[in-house]
């Protein structure tokens, strides 16, 4: 029995693929560095980040984290304009498709309030707890707005009980203006 050939070496593609490329120095090099960066791996960078107080740096952090907690507050006022576009265009018929729609009005809303506190759980801080009680509340505010277009898009498809029914016994009942009397021949 013969020996078994050794496998042909790799193409040069696969050799170039696999080996790190050489990098320019820096003399060779006649592009200037970025703005902020430093090519001495982060040694400068480091001088200056510990130079800086950690109570800025938590500030700046706090002050991001309150940016993005109005974001999410105001975000369902974002929904407002289409929502009710949406339901003005459903029409005020008993179908499906505007039951559904209603049903999803409410549901968000619903959800969002009972959410409010894990929606800005991740951006609660000792120090911005006592800022994020202004921003829980337009939150709030908006899911409200949100559940106002519901109740009115209920009311348009003639669900509420805004007129005289008999389980609405404090309710007067209503005297007609003018009363038809039939002739009869």
Do not use: C
Not at 6 to 33: F, G, L, Y
Not at 92 to 118: D, E, R, W
Not at 140 to 158: D, R, T
């Amino acid at each position: 029995m013969s020996s078994p050939l050794p496998p042909p070496p790799p193409p040069q593609w696969v050799v170039a693929m696999n080996s790190p490329m050489a990098r320019p120095s820096k003399a060779a090099s006649s592009i200037p560095d970025p703005p902020g960066f430093s090519s001495s791996r982060g040694g400068k960078q480091r001088e200056k980040q510990q130079q800086q107080p950690a109570a800025m740096k938590r500030g700046e952090t706090d002050d991001l984290k309150m940016k993005k907690a109005w974001e999410i507050a105001i975000a369902p006022s974002k929904q407002l304009p289409m929502n009710g576009i949406m339901m003005y265009m459903s029409g005020n018929s008993l179908q499906i498709f505007s039951i559904m729609m209603v049903f999803m009005l409410f549901k968000g809303p619903i959800q969002g309030l009972i959410n409010t506190n894990a929606a800005f759980a991740k951006y609660e801080t000792p120090t911005t707890r006592g800022r994020l009680i202004a921003v829980k509340a337009v939150y709030v505010l908006m899911q409200l707005l949100l559940l106002a277009l519901g109740i009115w898009k209920v009311n348009g498809m003639g669900l509420l009980p805004t007129t005289r029914s008999d389980w609405l016994a404090w309710e007067s009942e209503r005297q007609p203006l003018e009363r038809a009397y039939f002739a009869f021949r």
